[in-house]
């Protein structure tokens, strides 16, 4: 099974802030990760997906990058909406969630 | 709109079964893979089952094989998710979500249903 390590677990941050969150794959998982936000008691929404494709409707301050087993979600300037749990997502063999970086206000 | 609406959740307890559902519109059910996800309350995410478009393929979780079966009924636009011999820990927000192959992000979710375990 392909494991999926996210860092930070929790990250404080004010508006206006790059917020950088990684996410490491236990072998390599090509370009096959999505990148999800989640708001307490909602369903989890896709922001990115192939690593580095943004979703439509998705703003542009989000962006993702990496291949292989390293890959990061960066939002350029966190806004107040942002403030959120993130999840990496790989789909290269069956589907394996990270565990979550939780956006806290700093 | 496209949308995915599930129902089915409940209380149960421990060894009983409950049957979920995800009534799908606003897109052609029959041409998308369906899945399962389920969240523990203060947990993250976690693939339970996947079915694919036409429902002759399966495959499933090792925590939930040999107890849960996920069928779909293409002419009712509906997933379901049978769940027998259930135990606390299968205690969690279910969500039905799609891909349109085995290699593709899960771009529509639906809102989720709670199933809680107990006694």
């Known amino acids: 099974d392909i494991q999926m390590t996210q860092s930070p677990s929790t990250l404080s941050a004010s508006v206006g802030d790059r917020v950088t969150i990684t996410c490491r794959a236990s072998?390599?998982?090509?370009?096959?990760l999505a990148w999800y936000q989640q708001k307490p008691g909602k369903a989890p929404k896709l922001l990115i997906y192939?690593?580095?494709s943004l979703e439509s409707g998705v703003p542009s301050r989000f962006s993702g990058s990496g291949s292989g087993t390293e890959f990061t979600l960066t939002i350029s300037s966190l806004q107040p909406d942002d403030f959120a749990t993130y999840y990496c997502?790989?789909?290269?063999?069956?589907?394996?969630f990270g565990q979550g970086t939780k956006v806290e206000i700093k | 709109e496209v949308q995915l609406v599930e129902s089915g959740g409940g209380l149960v307890q421990p060894g009983g079964s409950l049957r979920l559902s995800c009534a799908a519109s606003?897109?052609?059910?029959?041409?998308?893979?369906m899945h399962w996800v389920r969240q523990a309350p203060g947990k993250g995410l976690v693939w339970v089952s996947r079915?694919?478009?036409?429902?002759?393929?399966?495959s499933y979780a090792d925590s939930v094989k040999g107890r849960f079966t996920i069928s779909r009924d293409n002419a009712k636009n509906t997933l379901y998710l049978q769940m027998n011999s259930l135990r606390a820990e299968d205690t969690a927000v279910y969500y039905c979500?799609?891909?349109?192959?085995?290699?593709?992000?899960?771009?529509?979710w639906g809102q989720g249903t709670m199933v809680t375990v107990s006694s």
């Open positions: 997502h790989q789909y290269n063999s069956y589907w394996t």
């Open positions: 079915i694919n478009s036409d429902g002759s393929s399966t």
């Open positions: 192939d690593a580095s």
């Open positions: 979500a799609r891909t349109y192959n085995w290699k593709d992000a899960f771009d529509i």
């Open positions: 606003g897109f052609t059910f029959s041409s998308y893979w």
């Open positions: 072998q390599s998982i090509s370009s096959w």
